[in-house]
């Protein structure tokens, strides 16, 4: 990629008497999934064990914001396949949104010798401990001010985290242990352009449950950036890669979750991996962002963004000589190999 060589040139005219800079701590990230309806999940999750194997950051915790038993197996499986398996997995539980997914079964998918196609020790959601305990117990262990996290479905989770009260991990309330742990929330949620050239567009991870997503754009005490509905549509993931960049293994978890939500060829939107990829690497270039503000949300699920010097909103910007470079790392990402499979190193 010309940035990466552009960043190695430099490295090659470093004075060699120069002393190195001290290397930033990797943020600690936490993934907040919808993971069972769209597959732009699957590969965002995929997208932050490449992101963590090249040092950018550390995945904490996976909550998933959906009530379907077999999601948290589902990312126990993709974590395990990556060589992460003892990631904590939190699950939303009941009041949780309701959904089926039609990549979730590759959980009870089997080898030729009769064994998990892709193992995985947690079986049920059931068996998983609830997600706001998992949050609370993650960031009360984390440095102040270290934590991003990257919200790419149902606001449920975070809104029941900021109604907690103190415990055995934290004396302090969900909206304290935010506030003094969490320097960023990346927030896959809203329109902020018009869609198709409606500009009411009612987006699907604030309707399915409006009163979440309204508590935590109403109440979230750390800087958050929205990723709206218009930034995943404009750089669709190209077919292509599902059909020849993952053929590295035999099985791989997710072109196969690619292909059972929908057969390409087709270039599905990037929603989820945007939001991540800004989460990430914020100071990279790949967007711009709004001035600050206040997004509100309304009860009929509509999102609407006001200028404000001191508000704590902001909106991703794309523009179009950005597109390339962002398709570019979104498939360059997805699709690394885990270290897992790679071979020995010279």
């Not at 196969?256 to 945007?274: G, K, S, V």
Request: include cysteine.
């Amino acid at each position: 990629m010309r940035w990466f060589l552009a960043g190695v040139a430099a490295l090659a005219l470093a004075s060699p008497t120069a002393p190195p800079a001290a290397a930033a701590e990797p943020p600690g990230l936490i993934f907040d999934t919808d993971i069972c309806g769209d597959c732009d999940d699957v590969l965002a999750l995929g997208m932050i064990h490449s992101l963590q194997s090249r040092g950018a950051c550390r995945l904490l915790a996976v909550t998933v914001s959906v009530d379907n038993d077999k999601a948290a197996p589902f990312v126990d499986a993709v974590n395990t396949f990556y060589g992460r398996g003892d990631i904590p997995i939190g699950v939303v539980g009941k009041g949780g949104v309701v959904e089926q997914g039609k990549y979730l079964p590759l959980v009870d998918a089997k080898d030729e010798s009769g064994r998990d196609r892709y193992p995985h020790d947690l079986r049920s959601g059931k068996d998983a401990p609830p997600a706001t305990s998992v949050l609370r117990k993650v960031l009360a262990a984390q440095p102040d001010e270290s934590v991003v996290i990257a919200q790419v479905g149902f606001s449920t989770n975070l809104a029941r985290l900021l109604e907690t009260g103190p415990d055995e991990d934290s004396p302090l309330s969900g909206i304290e242990l935010v506030a003094k742990k969490v320097k960023l929330l990346s927030l896959m949620a809203g329109a902020f352009e018009p869609i198709d050239g409606n500009a009411n567009y009612r987006e699907y991870n604030v309707h399915r449950d409006i009163p979440s997503c309204r508590k935590v754009a109403a109440g979230w005490p750390s800087p958050v950036v929205f990723s709206g509905f218009e930034i995943g549509i404009a750089v669709p993931y190209p077919a292509v890669s599902i059909e020849r960049d993952y053929a590295y293994v035999k099985h791989h978890p997710l072109p196969e979750a690619y292909i059972l939500y929908l057969p390409p060829p087709h270039n599905r939107p990037t929603w989820d991996l945007t939001s991540v990829l800004y989460a990430v690497l914020p100071d990279r270039g790949y967007f711009d962002l709004s001035p600050n503000g206040k997004v509100t949300v309304a009860e009929t699920a509509e999102t609407r963004f006001a200028t404000d010097p001191a508000g704590k909103h902001r909106y991703l910007i794309l523009k179009p000589e950005q597109r390339g470079r962002v398709v570019e790392a979104l498939v360059q990402l997805s699709s690394q190999p885990p270290r897992v499979l790679e071979g020995p190193r010279p």
